[in-house]
C-alpha cells in the first residue's frame, strides 16, 4: 500500500483531526505504532522492570501527549486490556491491545467512574466522594450536601475513606436517603464521566 501519508497539513486541520478521541483511536486498535515502537514503549514504562505494566505504567504511556483521555476512559482501556485480571499486563496482551485484537469494548461500569474519582489510591475521600456526588448530580432537591457528607461518614472506614465495595453500600444509603431505587444512584454513576485528570497521579513518586 501507498507509503505513510504525508504528513501535517494546515494547523487548524490537523488539530481537527488529531481530536478525533484519543479513547476511539486507542480502542480501535489504530496502529500507529511500529512493532519496535511498542516494545520500546513497553520497555521504557515498565518502570520496575518485571516484564509486566501495572495500571499506573500503562496509564503513563497511555496519557502521553494524550490530553483527551479521562481518567475513566483509562480505567475502561484498562479493564480491557487486563483480561485475566490479574492487575498487570503483558508484553502480549499489550500488543494484542495496541492493535486492537483483544480490547473487549466493556459497557461502562460504576466502578470505572469510582476509580476515576478515587485516583491513586483507589479509596475514595470526602473530597473526592463529594465531587462525584455532585458531577454524578445526585445533590439536589432530595439530597443537601450535608447530607451526603452524613452519608459518607456513615459508611466510611475508620480512616475516612471508602473503597469500592464500600461504596456499593454507601450508594445503596444514598438511594434510601433520596427514596429511589439503588438502580437510579448506579445509573447516575455510571453514566457520570468524571474527572479528565487525577491530581495525586502527578504527585511525584515517593523515594523508595
Known sequence: GGGGGGGGGGGGDAEARAKHDAYSDIKAGSSIYSPEDIKAGFEDSDLNGDGFLDFEELRTLLVKGRSDITEKQLRMLWRGVDVDRDGRVEFDEFVDFIHGKKCKTHKEKWQDTFLAFSGKDEFLNKEEFM???????LIGKSMAEKDAEA???KTCKPEGVVGAKGFSKTMARIAKHKEVKKAEVIKAVTACSGPVRHNS???PAEAE
Open 131 to 137: 465531587n462525584l456526588c455532585r458531577d454524578s448530580g
Open 201 to 203: 497521579w502527578n504527585a
Open 151 to 153: 452519608i459518607f461518614e
